[in-house]
């Protein structure tokens, strides 16, 4: 324990106070009481005992509240002392903050792993924190030369190739392409870059540096656009193994181009395609191969709104141009396009168009403003969407199935009108007809001359010309007259409608019996297949 200087000045006093009272207490209180016992002494002095006896009892009452102050003071000074104890320990902290303060951990340069990601392999680790990787560096690219191929001379150098897909597969049929967005990784050797190192260990260094080392040179041979993605960084890894294998993977975005086949277009399956090819080295020089853990990864989490998730075949090949021989990879992608959408927008509007056509065969057929104003508003509206639906289709030179829903429903719906041309003509010239006889009628009742009875005569019948000379077009023009006079003679306005009801939608369910097969037979299951033939 400290001795009492050294205490806090706050807690001295504090122990003073508290050790100082009850002995002061005591001393009062004998003092009370001796005065109270000489009060009593000098009025009892009377008594049986002598002053003696009284004195004695009158210390014994002081001698005991003198104890219980001293052990009240004692339990005071443990406490004071066990305080101080705890606060100058050097284990407890004044902070208040709980947090534990034992010190950092450090790592384990061994357990030190790279994370995975799309753009990397994670078989691999960093190299030892401890080694001097600059001196590395300077010592592998000292008499380095990026313009010579690793193994100039001797067999060409092998580059494994694969693509992770990130996102993509939206295509534009108007220009014939698709958007993808990947990571290109390409390993190889370069015995050039190999260094002294733990077997398995890589060393990630800046992707600038992948300026100044040998790359292969590979394009993308069906590219329209493209660009490599450098926010916030060049999006870029270069790892160096000390065995002398280098890993260089990168971020692309690129707009490919894709000859689609839109005869059956929107139950159409496309097949288009990624080529990639050495630009200036020829098969002797570099050869370009499919990685053999994963040549194509879809990113499991990719979403495409106009198809469904793509099949996958790689194809190795080789280019042959004026130039030479080049190394090529392909890879296919098979688009089956996901037709609900223009099922909901296009198709079941168009027929409930045609069916809204069919009202008219209902409507009364001398009631022209409603059945015309039906058959008009259907056509148009069936013209206009059809515009619209082949707006964003490119103008290729044969018939998609589209077009053939679309001129078939438009064909129904003017024919429906069509149909009430016919039927109104009928009644119209009925009407005329009946309005002539009623007049011829009333001339013979009422005694006219034979002139106009000739008259009449000649306008209601086809007159025979006696010369053989006669105008030809006289004689085409009764015989048209005399087959439309049969014509409107043996048909009935209204049967045709009741005909109509009937065979306008049994046409049009034949059409659809014909039309769906047709765009779903050869839905092109076996196009992979078909690749490489």
């Not at 369910?509 to 299951?525: E, H, K, Q, R, T």
């Amino acid at each position: 324990m400290k001795p009492l200087d050294a205490w806090p000045v706050q807690l001295k006093q504090d122990w003073k106070t508290r050790h100082d009272s009850p002995h002061k207490e005591a001393t009062a209180r004998v003092d009370s009481l001796t005065q109270k016992s000489s009060i009593h002494i000098s009025t009892l002095h009377h008594s049986l005992f002598s002053k003696h006896t009284t004195l004695a009892l009158c210390h014994l009452v002081a001698s005991i509240h003198t104890m219980t102050a001293v052990i009240h003071s004692s339990t005071i000074s443990l406490g004071v002392i066990f305080y101080v104890a705890v606060m100058l320990s050097p284990t407890y902290s004044f902070s208040t903050d709980t947090r534990s303060s034992s010190p950092p951990v450090t790592p384990n340069p061994d357990l030190i792993n790279e994370s995975t990601g799309g753009h990397g392999h994670n078989d691999d680790s960093h190299y030892d924190l401890d080694t001097d990787l600059t001196k590395i560096l300077d010592n592998i690219l000292k008499n380095y030369d990026m313009r010579i191929r690793p193994n100039a001379a001797g067999p060409p150098i092998v580059v494994d190739t694969g693509v992770y897909v990130i996102t993509g597969f939206s295509t534009v049929a108007a220009t014939m392409d698709y958007n993808l967005m990947v990571f290109i990784r390409q390993k190889w050797n370069d015995p050039r870059l190999q260094y002294n190192g733990t077997e398995g260990y890589s060393l990630s260094v800046n992707p600038k540096l992948s300026d100044r080392i040998w790359v292969p040179d590979m394009f993308f041979a069906n590219e329209k656009d493209g660009k490599l993605h450098d926010l916030t960084v060049r999006n870029e890894a270069l790892r160096i193994y000390p065995n002398g294998n280098v890993l260089l993977s990168m971020r692309l975005s690129l707009t490919l181009a894709c000859n689609m086949d839109l005869r059956k277009y929107p139950m159409d399956v496309q097949l288009c395609h990624v080529t990639m090819e050495s630009y200036g080295f020829r098969t002797h020089d570099l050869i370009l191969q499919w990685s053999a853990e994963a040549p194509i990864e879809i990113d499991a989490d990719i979403e495409i709104p106009e198809f469904r998730r793509p099949e996958v075949k790689t194809l190795a090949l080789n280019k042959t141009y004026s130039t030479g021989e080049f190394t090529a990879l392909q890879a296919f992608f098979v688009l089956r396009r996901v037709y609900d959408f223009h099922i909901l927008q296009t198709y079941v509007p168009t027929a409930v168009y045609v069916l809204i056509s069919w009202l008219s065969f209902w409507i009364n057929p001398e009631g022209a403003p409603a059945r015309i104003a039906l058959g008009i508003t259907t056509v148009l509206t069936v013209t206009a969407q059809g515009t619209g639906v082949r707006g964003g289709l490119p103008r290729v030179a044969y018939v998609k199935a589209i077009d053939v829903w679309m001129t078939t429903c438009l064909g129904f719906v003017f024919a429906a009108l069509i149909e009430y041309a016919i039927v109104n003509y009928l009644l119209t010239e009925k009407k005329r007809r009946k309005e002539k006889e009623a007049r011829k009628a009333a001339l013979e009742k009422a005694g006219n001359s034979n002139l106009e009875m000739e008259v009449l005569n000649h306008n209601m019948e086809p007159t025979a010309k006696s010369s053989e000379m006669g105008d030809r077009d006289d004689d085409e023009e009764s015989r048209v007259y005399y087959i439309t006079t049969r014509l409107v003679e043996s048909l009935n306005p209204r049967s045709i409608d009741r005909f109509s009801r009937v065979l306008f939608p049994m046409a049009f369910l034949v059409f659809n019996m014909i039309y769906w097969p047709m765009c779903f037979a050869g839905y092109s299951d076996d196009l992979l297949s078909r690749i490489g033939r």
